[in-house]
């Protein structure tokens, strides 16, 4: 309700025009949890929403609320469409590749985020029985083609195994994208054209300041960066900001090339 409330204050301002292409997808919804099945299922209404009511369209991208652009927008949208087919998925480095495969046989249940109970649980239960699938890693933040998309869900929608298998599963939103599309063959580049910073150790990159502005605005093929925060990354965010109005202003930008 207070989403809806915002929505409705926004388009009935002088501004209303800025939101005018924003869209609420309100059913189904679901609680999301780090690490859980919720994730993708968020993910697969919202590409579903799109070939449903934007079908005609070239690319989605997929995007949490800590993304910002870090290009104009007609930079993005000239790359796009100047690469268009390509899709740009994320795989990960075949050094922790080991890490990433054990989630396919640990069992996880994510009871009351117990470790004990799981523990437990997890010796109870037999070796898990994994589906027969091209099993890839990576980034969930993704850019398809529209029509790319629609032959993933399909997948997806068809063999509802890999959404059984990882229904007690940790992190399956890093797995589910990149798994499909490896094993029904669609073609894509290994990136995301993103900037992360995975330098530090843990589950989560690093919440980005103004330390890395150069390093997110020297290499053309960043679209977009992540994860920023509020109260951590608003002078970047200025930064950026101001990157772009001069990019805007003086058209002096080179492009991207992969």
């Given amino acids: 309700t207070k989403l809806y409330n915002l929505f409705k204050q926004m388009n009935e301002s002088k501004d209303r ?19 859980q099945i919720t994730i993708p299922f968020s993910q697969i209404v919202m590409v579903c929403s799109i070939l449903k ?21 007609n930079e993005i949208m000239k790359y796009l469409k100047l690469n268009y087919p390509t899709n740009f998925i994320a795989l990960t ?13 640990e069992f996880n249940l994510f009871v009351n985020n117990s470790k004990i109970l799981t523990s437990i649980m997890k010796r109870i239960y037999p070796n898990r029985f994994i589906p027969n699938f091209n099993w890839s890693f990576g980034s969930n933040w993704v850019t398809l083609t529209v029509k790319d998309s629609k032959k993933i869900i399909e997948k997806i929608l068809n063999d509802f195994s890999i959404i059984e298998y990882f229904e007690y599963s940790a992190v399956p939103d890093e797995v589910i994208f990149q798994t499909v599309a490896s094993t029904i063959n ?13 330098k530090l150790k843990g589950c989560h ?27 951590e990354s608003l002078e970047l965010l200025d930064k950026i900001d101001n990157y772009v109005k001069n990019v805007e202003k003086n058209g002096h930008f080179k492009s991207c090339s992969i």
């Fill in 93 to 105: 480095p075949k050094l922790k590749l080991n890490l990433k495969k054990k989630r396919l046989k």
């Fill in 186 to 198: 669609i073609s894509f580049k290994k990136t995301n054209l993103r900037y992360i910073n995975w």
């Fill in 17 to 35: 025009k800025l939101f005018e292409n924003l869209y609420l997808v309100d059913s189904p919804r679901f609680i999301i949890e780090w690490g």
């Fill in 205 to 231: 990159p690093k919440t980005l300041n103004e330390n890395d502005f150069n390093d997110i605005v020297n290499n053309s093929c960043n679209l977009w960066a992540r994860k920023f925060k509020n109260n």
């Fill in 53 to 73: 009511y934007f079908p005609n369209s070239m690319y989605l991208s997929l995007h949490s609320e800590t993304d910002y652009r870090v290009i104009p927008n």
